[in-house]
C-alpha cells in the first residue's frame, strides 16, 4: 500500500469522507452508527484538526444532527450549510446558511479558511463541484464494512466518469489492493 503524505493547509478544496468499501458514506437516513468502532490511522484527526480551515456540507446532512461538527468538538472554525430554503433551517453558532450556486459557496468557503482546507462533507455537493472541476482532492478512510444501503459518495446515473489519479507513489493510474477478511458473529 502507498505511504499517506500528511495533510496540508494549501487552500484545497478538499472531498474528504470515511466510506464503507461499497462506496457509502452514510447509511440510511444519514445514519452514521456504522461507524461505532472503526478506527483511524495514528494522527489523522489531528491532521485534518489543523489542516481544515472551514466546512461546507449540505442541508440534508444537516437536518440529520444539527448538533454534529466535524472531529467533535476539538476543532472549531466556520461551518457553511448549502441550502435552498435557509429561512427554517435550524441555526447554530459557527453555521452559516448559503443560498447560492456552489461556486459561490466554495469561494466564500475558501475566503473563511483563511489559507487552510475548505473540506466538502456533501457527496451531493461534491459531485456538483467534481463535474465543475472544483475539488482538488478526494481523501477516503475506507471502513472495514459493507452497508449495501445508504447515502454514496458519487452519485450519478447517466453522468460522465471521472477520472483520478493518485496523489502518491510512483503509478498514479494504477489500482489500489485492500484486503479484508469477513467477521463472523458468533
Known amino acids: 500500500m502507498f505511504d499517506i503524505e500528511p495533510q496540508k493547509a494549501a487552500g484545497k478544496v478538499i472531498l474528504h469522507f470515511s466510506t464503507s468499501l461499497d462506496g ?84 466564500i468557503g475558501l475566503e473563511a479558511a483563511d489559507g487552510k482546507n475548505l473540506e466538502v462533507l456533501s457527496p451531493t455537493i461534491g459531485r456538483q463541484l467534481l463535474e465543475r472541476g472544483l475539488i482538488d482532492e478526494i481523501n477516503l478512510h475506507i471502513a472495514p464494512i459493507l452497508l449495501g444501503d445508504g447515502i454514496r459518495l458519487f452519485d450519478n446515473p447517466g453522468g460522465q466518469p471521472i477520472r483520478l489519479r493518485h496523489s502518491q507513489g510512483s503509478q498514479p493510474f494504477a489500482e489500489i489492493d485492500v484486503r479484508y477478511h469477513p467477521v463472523t458473529e458468533a
Open 24 to 107: 457509502f458514506v452514510a447509511g440510511p437516513n444519514h445514519a452514521m452508527d456504522w461507524l461505532t468502532g472503526v478506527t483511524g490511522r495514528e494522527g489523522v484527526e489531528e491532521e485534518y484538526i489543523e489542516t481544515t480551515g472551514a466546512v461546507l456540507g449540505g442541508r440534508n446532512g444537516w437536518d440529520r444532527d444539527p448538533s454534529a461538527r466535524p472531529y467533535s468538538d476539538d476543532w472549531n472554525g466556520p461551518i457553511f450549510v448549502l441550502t435552498h430554503h435557509p429561512e427554517d433551517a435550524t441555526p447554530a453558532d459557527g453555521v452559516t446558511f448559503l443560498n447560492c450556486d456552489v461556486a459561490e459557496a466554495v469561494r
